[in-house]
DNA sequence: CCGATTCCATATCGATCACTATGAAAGTTG
DNA sequence: CAACTTTCATAGTGATCGATATGGAATCGG
């Protein structure tokens, strides 16, 4: 588990000009829209406020600043999707995710698509731990998702013979997919119809539905 | 419309001491695997086997290099889609290009994942102009596909409600969504069970069909 | 006010980036 | 063979990369 630095202020010495949060989420919206390997260290003080000594005695390296943007990126998701654990059934949990994924990747305040898809999708090998990272990230998202259809079945929401890993990863395909789509330029109602659609591909509950 | 550098063999003068093709293949099987911004020159001259003065007299500059390259990846993916045009419905058609992306992105002799969508997934301000010419070519593929959704639409084989635009977009997004899921390890039986999951999405033909 | 501690601003560090100047080498043409 | 053309290998260009050394500035406990 990575854990956040925590933000403890000293007893003596010169005090912080700076806003450790703030700076760390404007660290997080560069990466988010130009990528970790493609944001350099000086497009992070300028966009961060301060020089590269305080950015290095403060988050330490670029790994590190990274990951804490990554967690504070991936914060609200998982809110999100432990809120959507508590959603009256996994379908409707997917569907709450993939609105909220298309509602994340077309805000007009932020970068467009995903973080958790765009920041490490190529590199080289060098960031080869960064990479390592964001996707577990992704893959722990998609075991909880499998989790939550997993207890569908067993209540009998669902078939028996649900495949819950293929429907988990379906669902993740579709929002990195969306993310894709949301950087080419597709608006907020376009993206919305896609997932949508994609809700078309869960197993019927139990009698044949119409829809 | 990119146009690719015709090879044409000089009558005089020193002969190219390697094969403009195979150089090419290589460039592109580094940018594939590593990315755009992320594929240093000396990287791409050591996968190449030339110097870099060979690399910028044989195909320009880097960027002109990458345009190359990717016009020889989405090569066969054109002529895939082309042949699927011909498939007997647009879901067929559909159902071919998910699995043929799926082997595309686990094979064992290229790079994980799809080029189209990791290689330009991120970056600089710099990279703008490669950025959109990949963007592009996305949305060519998810054009035709929506092209020949509506043939499938206005001969009866689809409702007439058919949201081609959606259906086409979310074909796409699965496509590259399962990049991501080939670049994060999944092997190629599990993905194809999500894209065989996703083809659940697509509208009945006419009267209700079991599965 | 003084020493200790911490942070800030300036000015870099060596390494690597995309790219190229230069002259020798390898062909063709006569 | 000599003149010409093109490519080769070597070595480097200025710029930027991630990361830091240094010394002064700001705040603390005493």
Redesign the interface.
Known sequence: MITMKQEVPRKTGRPLSFNRGKALEQAMLTFWR???????IS?LTAAMGISAPSLYAAYGDKKQLFLEAMQLYAGSPYDMELALSEAPTAREAAERMLVAAVEAFTGELTPRGCLL?????????A?AEVQHAV?QV??DIKLRLKKRIDRDVSQGLLPADT?S???A??V???????S??A????DRP??L??A????????KPRS?DAN
């Open positions: 130009h990528g970790y390997e493609t944001s350099s497009e898809a765009s920041a490490t999708a190529s590199g080289s090998e960031s996707a992704r893959q495949n890993d293929s429907l990863g379906l993740i395909a579709v929002i990195q997919g969306l894709v789509l950087r080419d330029g597709g376009y993206l119809t896609i949508r659609a994609a809700t078309n591909a869960w197993p044949g």
